[in-house]
């Protein structure tokens, strides 16, 4: 289970590095708000491999509220853009 | 069972990572905003779905089993909206289509690209 962990975690944590050099060189609102959902996304992954390895669930509050937060701030950026242009 | 348990939940794990990192090199390989919507809804949503009932087969409290399959249905029910929100909200600001666009149905009017 420790090599699993070990093998998502270490591709986790690639992909979050490569989706944060997405947001830095971004081209527009719209780019960096998916950039920044995949994120999101990944770190919400972290977690649960995490819980998985340990066993301990006192995590999974933030996994839970993590995943909302992203839809929401992803909605919050496109009312934003629908309102004020790209 | 122990056993069984586990390597169910590895391999959910792999499978859940595994497309994760299908939608980062989604984002660098895919043209436009519209393919890069549909690489960071679809395979993360699945992603992060794999990698949550992956960790609640690993742990044996009924909350906290709860909790990770609630923010499974969470994902996929919330994913699809702001996708589609967001894809609206670039097509409304007149976000470039690639050269392999096919069909605008938010034109005005619905037209086939040319």
Redesign the interface.
């Known amino acids: ?1 420790i090599v ?2 070990g ?2 975690l270490t ?2 944590v ?2 979050a590095a ?2 944060l050099v ?1 947001v830095w060189r971004a081209d ?1 609102l ?2 960096r ?3 920044l ?2 994120v999101t ?2 770190i ?2 972290g977690i ?2 995490g ?3 340990t ?1 301990d ?1 006192i995590y ?2 933030i ?2 509220v993590l ?2 937060l ?2 929401l701030a ?2 919050a ?3 934003f ?2 309102r004020r ?2 | 069972m122990e056993t069984a348990l586990a390597i169910a939940s590895g391999i959910l794990l792999l499978a859940g990572t595994a497309l994760t990192v299908t939608t980062v090199i989604g984002l660098y390989r895919l043209p436009d905003i519209y393919a890069w919507m549909h690489a960071a809804t679809k395979s993360a949503t699945l992603g992060i779905a794999l990698c949550l009932i992956g960790a609640a087969l690993r742990v044996d409290d009924v909350a906290v089993v709860t909790k990770l399959l609630l923010a499974a249905v969470f994902q996929l029910a919330t994913a699809p909206v702001s996708g589609h929100l967001l894809g609206r909200a670039a097509h409304d600001t007149g976000a470039a289509q690639s050269i392999y666009t096919v069909m605008d149905d938010l034109g005005d009017p619905p037209s086939p690209r040319d």
């Open positions: 289970m699993v962990a093998i998502c591709a986790l690639l992909s490569l989706c997405r527009g719209a780019d708000a998916v950039a959902d995949t996304a990944t919400v992954s649960a491999v819980i998985a390895v066993g669930g999974a509050d996994a839970l995943g909302l992203g839809f992803t909605v950026i496109s009312r853009m629908a242009g790209p």
